[in-house]
């Protein structure tokens, strides 16, 4: 029978870098300078944005399933090919690239295969016959194999389970369902698997959260140590700061479903913005469906910004977008911080065979201790700062501050009302203060307003955000301030946004977006040095500015 899908199977393209073309691609520096590379200076890497295919029917056999999935892997081949001859190293897909998007609590059991613990024993799915009931597994671990490249794939998981004291949420069916990330060695190697922790809306009602030590995602190439996260978590603490803060992990992969919401969370704003705050590689891959509101993915280079992104609300094919990346320094993990030693806890109570289910390279982190690092040859100190209260002096606002909504979030704003002026805005106790002046040329047809947040965000899910942010208004009435909108005209000559306020434990992300959903280059265009909490512009961006701001999340308030 025909398989009811939503879009016809189309091949991707690999794209060339320099200025935005007509795919949306975009590469930054194609050469990587750093001078903390260690041996090699760079390895390359792909991230591949997936027009995946859907089922659209209520329900679906076994057999479908797996002749959807495959096609779509038929496509992951295809780019793993052109990514081979390009000397791609390692290879990322995104979310729900293999199951598609449209799965649901009554489908997503033909879609699920069994996901062996990588650690406790070597196992290469594509050589092993006892997995011959997990085909999709099998066939990633033989692209791996056959073409020697990393490869990390995302898919829906099973774990029988009994319900028991120790089990008390198994579901009735006697199977635990999870959102899961694989990552295979160039030899084909299952080295790592992680169950997405921070579940997204639906997916809470078709997979449980990942758990314990043994879910952490880590594993070791010969291009470093790379640890894995997926979409929804790049908002919440856990797994990034025990992974990032708490050991030292300085490559993030990030398979990734991401819905793009302007002006504050685009894919590839946040993916930036996640990436300067963490100083860390991030490899992102996501989906590829501009009709769902789904584009945006790259290679970033952790407070030096993107290397190469792609973002295109027009193109509806996949796209694969390659770059290189520095070989990062593995960082001293830090036993002191009360994420280590929470784990260390949890890993104390671990029998030796159970020891044996977590990731190595977390056991030889907690069993050597803070003094020696499991790869001391490169071993880097790291540091996560505070926000000094330093207040800028700053002139009252002509305009009286407003309520708009901005991301389902109730920002107070004020307009910029001035050729060149200061200006700030208040929220129970963080002010934002801008000073800022138009580029002469600007035509002053577009409204632009300063925005101030300070509570729990409760729209498909909750969290706490302190956030300041400049963005044009969609309109040119004030309360379309804060609405979702890809173009301007408007260039300012310079701007200057800074917090004050923020908690001490908030972690900031800056960022700034220019017209069309563009990247700025840091360092050249904008700079906001650590802790972040200042974004600032002295001769303005090259293209007309669409949002610049400091994101913060306060976890401890979620």
């Not at 794209?15 to 090699?40: F, K």
């Not at 791996?144 to 069916?173: E, F, G, R």
């Not at 685009?266 to 705050?277: K, L, N, T």
């Amino acid at each position: 029978m025909m398989l009811p899908l939503i879009l016809t199977c189309l091949c991707g393209s690999l794209l060339a870098g320099g200025q935005p073309n007509e795919h949306g691609y975009v590469q930054h520096d194609e050469t990587i300078h750093d001078t903390e590379n260690d041996g090699s200076l760079s390895f390359t890497a792909a991230v591949y944005q997936h027009d995946t295919l859907n089922w659209l029917l209520p329900s679906i056999s076994r057999e479908e399933a797996l002749r959807l999935m495959n096609i779509n892997v038929d496509t992951y081949e295809e780019q793993i090919i052109t990514a081979a001859s390009k000397g791609v190293s390692m290879i990322v897909f995104p979310e729900y690239g293999i199951t598609g998007l449209k799965m649901s609590n009554t489908t997503v059991t033909a879609f699920l295969e069994f996901v062996p613990n990588p650690y406790e024993r070597k196992i290469i799915p594509c050589d092993s016959i006892q997995l011959k009931d997990s085909p999709i597994l099998q066939r990633l671990s033989c692209l791996a194999k056959n073409y020697s490249m990393v490869v990390v794939a995302n898919l829906a998981a099973k774990k029988p389970c009994k319900k028991t004291s120790q089990a008390p949420d198994c579901p009735p069916d006697g199977m635990y369902k999870f959102n899961t990330d694989v990552a295979f060695g160039a030899d084909g190697q299952l080295v790592a698997k992680y169950n997405k922790i921070n579940l997204y809306s639906v997916e809470r009602t078709m997979f449980q959260p990942g758990r314990g030590v043994e879910n952490l995602g880590v594993f070791q190439t010969e291009f470093g140590v790379f640890g894995l996260f997926t979409c929804f978590d790049m908002l919440f603490e856990q797994p990034a700061e025990l992974l990032v803060h708490g050991m030292g992990i300085t490559n993030m992969v990030f398979p990734t479903g991401w819905m793009n919401e302007l002006p504050l969370l685009s894919a590839v704003e946040y993916q930036q913005a996640w990436a300067i705050s963490f100083d860390v590689n991030l490899l992102a891959a996501n989906i590829q469906l501009p009709l769902f509101q789904f584009t945006g993915g790259g290679l970033y280079n952790g407070a030096k910004g993107a290397v190469v992104y792609h973002y295109n609300m027009m193109e509806y094919k996949g796209v694969l977008v390659v770059g290189k990346l520095p070989i990062r320094k593995q960082r001293a993990a830090n036993m002191n911080s009360t994420d280590m030693k929470n784990t260390l806890k949890q890993i104390t109570k671990l029998t030796p065979k159970e020891l044996l289910k977590v990731s190595p390279v977390v056991r030889a982190i907690f069993t050597e201790g803070s003094e020696t690092s499991p790869f001391p040859e490169v071993r880097e100190e790291t540091q996560k700062v505070t926000h000094p209260s330093s207040p800028l002096q700053s002139s009252p606002s002509c305009d009286k501050p407003f309520i708009s909504l901005m991301n389902h979030d109730p920002y107070t704003f004020t307009l910029l009302t001035e050729q060149s002026a200061r200006t700030s805005v208040c929220s129970k106790g963080l002010c934002c203060y801008l000073n800022y002046t138009f580029n002469a040329n600007s035509t002053h047809t577009e409204l632009f307003a300063l925005g101030v947040f300070n509570d729990l965000h409760i729209n498909n899910g909750q969290y706490y955000i302190q956030t300041c942010a400049l963005v044009k208004c969609k309109f040119q009435i004030k309360y379309s301030c804060g609405a979702e909108t890809e173009q301007s005209k408007t260039r300012f000559e310079s701007f200057s946004l800074r917090g004050e306020g923020f908690d001490p434990s908030t972690v900031l992300f800056p960022s700034v977006l220019t017209s069309g959903v563009q990247l700025p280059v840091i360092g050249k265009e904008w700079e906001s040095p650590s802790p972040h909490d200042r974004v600032w512009s002295d001769s303005g961006t090259r293209e007309p500015l669409l949002e610049a701001s400091v994101f913060g999340r306060l976890y401890s308030k979620d």
